[in-house]
Protein backbone atom coordinates (compact mmCIF):
# COMPACT_ATOMS: atom_id res chain seq x y z
CA UNK A 1 0.00 0.00 0.00
CA UNK A 2 1.43 3.49 -0.82
CA UNK A 3 0.97 6.29 1.98
CA UNK A 4 1.30 9.62 1.54
CA UNK A 5 1.80 11.50 4.41
CA UNK A 6 2.43 14.78 4.61
CA UNK A 7 3.24 17.42 7.58
CA UNK A 8 -0.11 19.74 7.14
CA UNK A 9 -2.02 17.46 9.40
CA UNK A 10 -1.59 14.87 11.99
CA UNK A 11 -0.06 11.95 11.13
CA UNK A 12 -2.55 9.37 12.77
CA UNK A 13 -5.48 11.34 11.03
CA UNK A 14 -3.78 10.81 7.65
CA UNK A 15 -3.43 7.21 8.19
CA UNK A 16 -6.80 6.42 9.23
CA UNK A 17 -8.16 8.51 6.13
CA UNK A 18 -6.27 6.29 4.45
CA UNK A 19 -6.89 2.99 5.96
CA UNK A 20 -10.71 3.94 5.80
CA UNK A 21 -10.20 4.76 2.41
CA UNK A 22 -8.84 1.45 1.48
CA UNK A 23 -11.84 -0.55 3.16
CA UNK A 24 -14.01 1.17 1.69
CA UNK A 25 -12.48 0.69 -1.58
CA UNK A 26 -12.69 -2.88 -1.04
CA UNK A 27 -9.38 -3.37 -0.79
CA UNK A 28 -9.95 -4.74 3.21
CA UNK A 29 -13.19 -6.87 2.41
CA UNK A 30 -15.61 -7.16 5.24
CA UNK A 31 -14.18 -9.00 7.77
CA UNK A 32 -10.77 -9.20 6.75
CA UNK A 33 -8.09 -9.68 9.12
CA UNK A 34 -5.95 -7.03 8.81
CA UNK A 35 -1.76 -6.35 9.24
CA UNK A 36 -0.55 -6.18 12.25
CA UNK A 37 0.20 -2.63 14.13
CA UNK A 38 3.70 -3.54 13.67
CA UNK A 39 3.53 -4.63 10.23
CA UNK A 40 1.36 -1.67 9.03
CA UNK A 41 3.80 0.92 11.15
CA UNK A 42 6.74 -0.68 9.34
CA UNK A 43 5.08 -0.21 5.82
CA UNK A 44 4.12 3.30 6.54
CA UNK A 45 7.16 4.41 8.02
CA UNK A 46 5.97 5.65 11.69
CA UNK A 47 5.73 5.24 15.09
CA UNK A 48 3.31 1.76 15.63
CA UNK A 49 1.86 4.39 18.51
CA UNK A 50 0.80 6.46 15.78
CA UNK A 51 -0.33 3.64 14.05
CA UNK A 52 -2.03 2.32 16.83
CA UNK A 53 -4.11 5.60 17.42
CA UNK A 54 -5.26 5.44 13.80
CA UNK A 55 -6.50 2.18 14.50
CA UNK A 56 -8.49 2.30 17.42
CA UNK A 57 -10.24 5.57 15.80
CA UNK A 58 -11.31 2.81 12.99
CA UNK A 59 -12.73 1.19 15.86
CA UNK A 60 -14.48 3.60 17.28
CA UNK A 61 -16.19 4.71 14.11
CA UNK A 62 -17.14 0.76 13.68
CA UNK A 63 -15.25 0.09 10.15
CA UNK A 64 -13.19 -2.45 12.13
CA UNK A 65 -13.32 -4.36 15.48
CA UNK A 66 -10.38 -5.98 17.55
CA UNK A 67 -10.13 -9.25 18.82
CA UNK A 68 -7.38 -9.90 21.74
CA UNK A 69 -6.98 -13.38 20.24
CA UNK A 70 -7.12 -13.37 16.40
CA UNK A 71 -6.27 -9.29 16.20
CA UNK A 72 -8.11 -6.55 14.12
CA UNK A 73 -10.51 -7.05 11.61
CA UNK A 74 -12.85 -5.40 9.18
CA UNK A 75 -16.16 -4.87 10.16
CA UNK A 76 -18.69 -7.62 8.81
CA UNK A 77 -21.25 -4.55 8.34
CA UNK A 78 -21.63 -4.18 4.45
CA UNK A 79 -24.01 -0.82 5.09
CA UNK A 80 -22.32 0.50 7.48
CA UNK A 81 -18.96 0.36 5.28
CA UNK A 82 -21.61 2.04 2.66
CA UNK A 83 -22.73 4.47 5.12
CA UNK A 84 -18.94 5.63 5.16
CA UNK A 85 -17.99 5.42 2.05
CA UNK A 86 -20.78 8.21 0.96
CA UNK A 87 -19.36 10.51 3.88
CA UNK A 88 -16.11 10.23 2.33
CA UNK A 89 -17.19 11.13 -1.10
CA UNK A 90 -19.58 13.83 0.33
CA UNK A 91 -16.73 15.82 1.97
CA UNK A 92 -14.45 15.53 -1.27
CA UNK A 93 -17.33 16.88 -3.48
CA UNK A 94 -17.74 19.86 -0.39
CA UNK A 95 -13.93 19.97 -0.72
CA UNK A 96 -14.40 20.63 -4.80
CA UNK A 97 -17.36 22.98 -4.23
CA UNK A 98 -15.05 25.43 -1.98
CA UNK A 99 -12.13 25.54 -4.37
CA UNK A 100 -14.59 25.91 -7.13
CA UNK A 101 -16.46 28.75 -5.50
CA UNK A 102 -13.17 30.30 -4.33
CA UNK A 103 -12.92 30.33 -8.04
CA UNK A 104 -16.61 32.34 -8.70
CA UNK A 105 -18.52 29.25 -9.92
CA UNK A 106 -21.82 28.40 -8.89
CA UNK A 107 -22.59 24.87 -7.59
CA UNK A 108 -23.90 24.28 -11.28
CA UNK A 109 -21.36 25.40 -13.44
CA UNK A 110 -18.86 23.03 -10.78
CA UNK A 111 -21.49 20.00 -12.01
CA UNK A 112 -21.20 21.24 -15.69
CA UNK A 113 -17.51 21.26 -15.31
CA UNK A 114 -17.66 17.71 -14.42
CA UNK A 115 -19.79 17.20 -16.54
CA UNK A 116 -17.53 18.35 -19.57
CA UNK A 117 -14.31 16.16 -18.01
CA UNK A 118 -15.48 13.10 -18.97
Same mark, same amino acid.
Given at each position: ?23 ? *? @? =?????? +? ?9 ? $? !? ?23 ? *? @? =?????? +? ?9 ? $? !? ?23 ? *?? =??
Amino acid at each position: MMWNLNEDRPIWIQLKEQLGKQIV *S @G =RFQCGE +KLPSVRELAKE $A !GVNPNTMQRALASLDQDGLTCTNRT *S @G =RCVTND +KTHIDQFRKEI $A !GSIIDTYLEAMAEMGFTAEEAAQAI *SE =RK
